[in-house]
């Protein structure tokens, strides 16, 4: 297949969840990991048409929903000194810290920019010498590389008024995680395809064998997704946990490895505070100590991010696929995409928006 659209060919739909419907004889706990196939599954119908047979749980795969009320609150400060500029993705200034959100502190006056791209806020940097620019870099291995390549090009440039302020997580520790956790019910995973674009997809060999439970790479168009979930309903099935590539179109085993040149340069890996999850070993990245000159906790003297949960939030059982968004006394009253308690329920990716904005009565798609 050549395009998108024979991706979402409703025949070629029906003939492959009629196949998966007959390869089931159990309801196997199956969770994909990233908000873009959670968005995907509920927006084509497929989780609705396949609920009586599988029971499809959401992960931890939304960075927005991750990244430490404690690091949006250092940027919105940092917005707030004399000549400092916070340069932001547009997601994350909805997201509620614990003293607001960005969207909020930029309407009292502090100085936040959306840009498109890192290299936006170097170029901002660039134009505005007098200006201390600070990228606040959220995100998963496929932003990683991007903001490394900001730095480099920043020191290259001499530029010393630029700086990131990093939240970066990676997604194998936090699948570590779910499956440490006492309360997991998961039995499968569909890896997220475009992290593994990036990682590859050789380091999931020891997690399989470490938690006996099937991996599958898998894209977020509707035949990626039921092949994928094909592929570990046949794993389960056969008593085989397997690790498996149903996304060969973007990912090979070893993925990109100047992007993973690129991320091992700039960052180190440490424990990390999750939002909703405390803290995760070797679940995120900081700025290497030879790059500190471009670290805004090093430049402007912030305390590192801790761990806090957000009150009456029931992100953490939904992110280990313990509840389903709907199970949260909040959802849909108190915390609505307008109104949101959680950032669940406020970034794109978010499992408690895809839920609260497909309704379980979508059609499938045709
Ligand atoms: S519905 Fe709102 S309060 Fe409940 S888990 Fe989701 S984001 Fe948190």
């Known amino acids: 297949m050549k395009f998108m659209d024979e991706y979402r060919q409703p025949a ?33 119908g497929l989780e609705a048409a396949l609920e009586d047979v599988l029971e499809l749980v959401h992960g931890p795969g939304c960075p927005v929903c ?3 009320a404690e690091a949006i609150d250092a940027a919105a400060e940092l917005a707030r000194r004399p000549n400092v500029i916070v340069a932001s993705f547009g997601d994350m200034l ?14 009292e006056g502090a100085k936040i920019r959306i840009v498109y791209s890192p290299m936006d806020a170097v170029e901002l940097a660039a134009s505005q010498p007098d200006q ?14 991007a903001t490394a390549l900001a730095l480099l090009h920043a020191r290259q440039r001499g530029l ?15 699948m570590r995680a779910v499956m440490q956790s006492a309360e997991t019910r ?60 149903q996304y060969e179109r973007s990912v090979s085993p070893t993925g990109n490895l100047h992007a993973q040149r690129l991320m091992e340069q700039v960052y180190e890996i440490v424990d990390t505070p999750w939002r909703g999850f405390g803290r ?21 003297q912030l305390a590192d991010a801790v761990c806090s949960s957000d009150v009456d939030c029931r992100s953490k059982e939904v992110m280990l696929g313990v509840i389903k968004p709907p199970e949260c ?33 979508n059609e499938l798609t045709s």
């Open 186 to 245: 998961v039995q499968g995973f569909l890896a997220a395809g475009h992290v593994c674009t990036v990682t590859g997809y050789e380091n999931y060999h020891s997690f399989v064998a470490e938690f006996s439970v099937p991996v599958v790479v898998t894209g977020f168009e509707p035949l990626d997704l039921i092949n994928g979930l094909f592929e570990c309903v046949q794993s389960l099935e056969q008593g085989q946990p397997r690790l498996s590539n």
């Open 66 to 68: 991750v990244t430490p």
């Open 132 to 145: 201390q620019v600070v990228f606040f870099g959220v995100g998963f291995e496929t932003t990683v590389p």
């Open 94 to 107: 909805r997201v509620p810290g614990q003293r607001g959100s960005l969207l909020q502190a930029r309407a």
């Open 160 to 174: 010393t008024n630029f700086s990131l302020l990093v939240s970066h997580v990676r997604v194998e520790p936090a």
């Open 12 to 44: 070629l739909i029906q003939r492959n969840l009629a196949e998966l419907r007959q390869a089931i004889t159990r309801r196997w706990v199956i969770m994909d990991v990233c908000g873009g196939q959670t968005h995907s599954l509920l927006r084509h």
């Open 329 to 361: 006394p909040l959802f849909g009253n108190q915390c609505t995409p307008e109104t949101p308690v959680g950032a669940p329920m406020v970034s794109s990716e978010g499992a408690c928006s895809a839920y609260y904005r497909y309704s379980r009565s």
């Open 280 to 300: 995760i070993a070797g679940g995120g990245l900081a700025i290497r100590p030879e790059f500190c000159e471009f670290d805004a906790r090093v430049r402007f």
